[in-house]
């Protein structure tokens, strides 16, 4: 079976320019997380989604960073305009059901983002 | 807030020695879970602990929960060097509006020698 799938895995961008990532969970999975990892850090939950719907984006900084998951299945993060730092590595989750029932959360390779 | 601490956050040891890192959080919860990260690459889950007094082990690793300690331990026996790696541990809780996330630990990097 397939894992959680993100794209690309590494970027480089410049101050100011946009910047999207993919994530396509596990299939089956309903709900889906979007985390940033600093370096040398544990990750920390931006937003998190139960099929369609954004249940948690409590921590997603709003005025640059966007988030949708259209049909419940595949999601995309956006940053627009990028900051220096936005520089970490973007994990995606996905889980069967809300993590509080002692689901595990499955976690994807990262897009490790860089900007100059 | 919430804080999840481990320690040590740098370990390195020497194959064949046992060795214990422990997680500490300040508020209540009685879920927690262990993962593993090499250079690179993505989170492994490696325990769930579901209640106060949990034990699950895997080969030479083993995890515990106490709850009322708000502690808990991953050990190591007779470590090996595949098993070099990060180790997060990751609290459930229940915030504001009935909301819950995973928290997150700094991570415990632990070095192998030979």
């Known amino acids: 079976e397939a894992g959680v799938v993100q794209s690309p895995r590494y970027k480089i961008i410049e101050k100011k320019q946009p910047v999207a990532f993919w994530c396509n969970p596990i299939?089956?999975?309903?709900?889906l997380y979007w985390y940033r990892q600093n370096l040398g850090q544990g990750p920390e939950l931006l937003i998190r989604?139960?099929?369609?719907?954004?249940?948690?984006d409590s921590q997603l900084p709003k005025d640059r960073f966007s988030a949708e998951r259209l049909k419940g299945v595949d999601s995309t993060l956006k940053i627009q305009p990028a900051e220096l730092g936005d520089s970490a590595v973007y994990l995606c989750?996905?889980?069967?059901?809300?993590?509080?029932?002692?689901?595990?959360?499955?976690f994807g390779p990262g897009t490790r983002l860089l900007v100059l | 807030e919430l804080k999840v601490e481990q320690n040590p956050l740098f370990l390195s040891m020497q194959e064949g020695k046992n060795y214990t890192i422990y997680c500490n959080y300040s508020t209540t919860s009685d879920r927690l879970y262990w993962y593993r990260q090499d250079p690179g690459k993505s989170l492994e889950s490696l325990f769930v602990l579901l209640s106060n007094g949990a034990v699950k082990q895997e080969g030479r690793l083993m995890a515990s929960l106490d709850t009322k300690a708000r502690l808990s331990t991953l050990h190591i026996t007779a470590a090996v060097h595949d098993l070099s790696a990060t180790y997060f541990c990751a609290v459930d809780i229940v915030y504001r509006g009935g909301s819950e996330k995973l928290v997150f630990g700094k991570g415990t990097k632990l070095t192998v020698n030979p």
């Open positions: 299939s089956g999975h309903n709900t």
């Open positions: 989750a996905s889980s069967l059901e809300v993590s509080g029932a002692g689901e595990t959360q499955y």
């Open positions: 989604y139960e099929n369609e719907e954004a249940v948690d």
